[in-house]
């Protein structure tokens, strides 16, 4: 298995920076792009203007809107698009990739309805042995100014994990790797959730302390919802984990964050989200991990609380009061690689 050519399937701004880490790494790299009027934009001015304005991007990224003559031949592919549309995404890939073809999930997300994993779509839908998530603390305008970034690639096949970490070797874009793909992947979904709570905090003024408890039972409900499901505890302590829960819970260049903060301003959750250039995952997830963590008798008092002012019109202090009246148990609540629930 070499790796010459590799396509990513949505022009984002993380989709953009991947790409730029590639093409500098010498692959022939395609871009596919919905908008026309984007991809002509971005091929004569090496730029995302739209979402990464004044990034340069490497003359080897090709932007296209024709599919098939993006994932023709190619050896790699991330697809980057946002959940709702991940698996008609996949299912127009499909026909036309060949068996070989490395598939790799950019996206922190969990489909609607069926409470399917990007990973799970990818291997229902193509039936590809070859799959993997990459996941972390990976702000997109930060990777784009050159900030030292470390992520982790999953996946159950080693070699791809290691097709994977050379294509996106860099100076300042580190990649580690782990065999947990349902942990890495419900880390980089989940902190989604706790990313808007942390913007609500800031917003009604509260401190670093409520941060960093805000932040601590947040891994402790991830870690606790996890293990119900299969993944490793020990997984969530990573850089999928505890290192993009600390980033998204603390900055304002997440999508997220941003959300939660506004909410604490008082705005409409509709106008929030309609008001976001690009999707935050986070307000969807939300409601698919209320109803399974319920269905799996899991306690998570700060995905009830938020549930109840972004879908119930409750007061913010409900959260607060979710949390500060739970339950007294363990501070840590790992165990020899088990966790008490």
């Known amino acids: ?144 100014g050159g900030s030292p970034t470390g992520a982790v690639v999953a996946s159950k096949d080693h070699a791809v994990v290691i097709e994977v970490q050379e294509v996106l070797r860099s100076d300042s874009f580190r990649v580690y790797s782990n065999s947990d793909m349902l942990g890495v992947e419900l880390g980089g979904s989940l902190k989604n959730i706790y990313a808007i709570i942390a913007g609500l905090a800031q917003a009604l003024g509260m401190g670093n302390n409520t941060n960093a408890m805000l932040v601590t039972r947040s891994l402790t409900e991830m870690a606790r919802f996890g293990v119900k499901l299969g993944a490793d505890p020990m997984t969530f302590l ?3 984990g505890v290192g993009d829960l600390i980033v998204t819970c603390s900055s304002p260049l997440s999508r997220n964050f941003r959300v939660g903060k506004a909410l604490g301003e008082g705005k409409d959750i509709d106008a929030v989200i309609s008001e976001m250039d690009q999707v935050a995952e986070g307000v969807n997830t939300l409601k698919q991990v209320k109803e399974k963590a319920e269905e799996l008798d899991v306690q998570m008092p700060l995905v009830n609380g938020l549930y109840e002012i972004v879908y119930n019109n409750e007061t913010v202090n409900h959260i607060i009061r979710s949390l500060m009246l739970e339950e007294q148990g363990l501070d840590v609540e790992y165990a020899t690689g088990s966790v008490h629930t």
């Open 1 to 144: 298995m070499s790796v010459k050519n590799v396509a990513i399937l949505g022009g984002g701004s993380f989709g953009s920076v991947i790409a730029n880490i590639i093409a500098h790494n010498g692959h022939k790299t395609l871009l596919w792009m919905r908008d026309a009027e984007q991809a002509e934009s971005l091929n004569s001015l090496h730029e995302n203007v739209n979402y990464l304005p004044g990034y340069k991007i490497h003359d080897d990224v090709v932007a296209t809107t024709d599919l098939a003559g993006a994932v023709k031949d190619v050896d790699l592919i991330f697809v980057a698009v946002p959940s709702s549309s991940f698996r008609d995404v996949v299912r127009q890939m499909k026909p036309l990739i060949h068996k070989d073809v490395i598939l790799v999930s950019l996206t922190k997300g969990i489909e609607a309805k069926t409470f399917a994993l990007m990973s799970q779509i990818l291997a229902e839908e193509t039936n590809n042995a070859h799959i993997a998530v990459l996941s972390g603390p990976n702000l997109a305008k930060e990777i784009s």
């Open 238 to 240: 990573g850089l999928s």
